[in-house]
């Protein structure tokens, strides 16, 4: 083996250049290694895993709130749904009711005015242009005709249970109900022609007459008292040149004639 004083004198200084090449206290430098592929793709998923953890509980939390929501609304919706549709029903049922009532109510009314026409008798002038109807409990007494140049026509009206013997009839007659015709060849007033023909129609100075209708034709209505009679009630109006005197006699203020009367007025038909 050579030593190094036997190696040529040029290796000599080549091993002498390296020598002073390399420091002695020179410290060897240290080389970083990346860290292993592997370590590094096992943490990344740790804490991705987290963060979708987070993400799906969210997810979950608005859903769950989104239903809620929707519930909510759905709710609200049906509970005004079904007030809207009770207060409808109660309206429809408040209507049906009303109809009901009324209808309950007509058909009362058209069947005690039947039952009252089947209890009726028709009365029609056999001279002029006037009918009415009457009670059937009363009877016709006697019509006549042309009694005097001015009165014309009269129609006799008592309730069959007080029908007394035409000979037994007072003067003033009653109780009872008359149609009078008398003739109003100046076409007065009913007022005047009432006033100057006082003797017949009772219409004195102090009997304050009041307006009335009958059908579309005027009328004047009054009370009078009697000899016999203190409850006498008349009705007065015109018929082309006539006019008709309708009158009431009756004793007790409590009778039913008065109602009677006013009733037969009432159906007149011109």
């Known amino acids: 083996m050579a030593t190094e004083e036997n190696l040529p004198q040029e290796t000599k200084k080549k091993r002498a250049v390296r020598k002073k090449k390399v420091t002695p206290n020179a410290e060897p430098s240290v080389v970083h290694e990346a860290p292993p592929l592997s370590r590094s793709r096992d943490s990344r998923p740790a804490s991705s895993g987290g963060n979708v953890l987070v993400l799906l509980f969210v997810i979950v939390l608005l859903a769950i709130l989104g239903m809620y929501i929707f519930q909510k609304q759905q709710s609200d919706s049906l509970e005004s749904n ?3 549709l009770t207060q409808t029903f109660e309206g429809k049922f408040s209507e049906l009711k009303e109809k009901l009532a009324e209808t309950e109510q007509r058909v009362a009314e058209e069947k005690e005015q039947a039952t009252k026409n089947a209890d009726k008798k028709m009365f029609v002038s056999p001279l002029f242009d006037y009918s009415f109807s009457y009670p059937a409990l009363y009877e ?131």
């Open 82 to 84: 079904i007030s809207t």
């Open 140 to 270: 016709v007494l006697e019509v006549q005709s042309h009694i005097s140049e001015t009165f014309q026509e009269v129609a006799v009206f008592v309730r069959t249970s007080e029908k007394p013997p035409l000979d037994d009839l007072p003067r003033e007659g009653g109780p009872m109900i008359t149609f009078e015709v008398h003739s109003n060849p100046d076409t007065l007033a009913l007022e005047e022609w009432g006033r100057a023909n006082a003797q017949s129609s009772h219409l004195s100075d102090d009997v304050v007459p009041e307006q009335r209708t009958v059908g579309d034709v005027d009328a004047l209505r009054y009370d009078w008292q009697g000899e016999l009679y203190e409850y006498n009630t008349s009705v007065l109006f015109s018929l082309g040149e006539h006019v008709v005197l309708a009158t009431a006699m009756y004793i007790d203020s409590a009778d039913v004639i008065p109602e009677d009367f006013q009733a037969m007025i009432d159906s007149l038909i011109f």
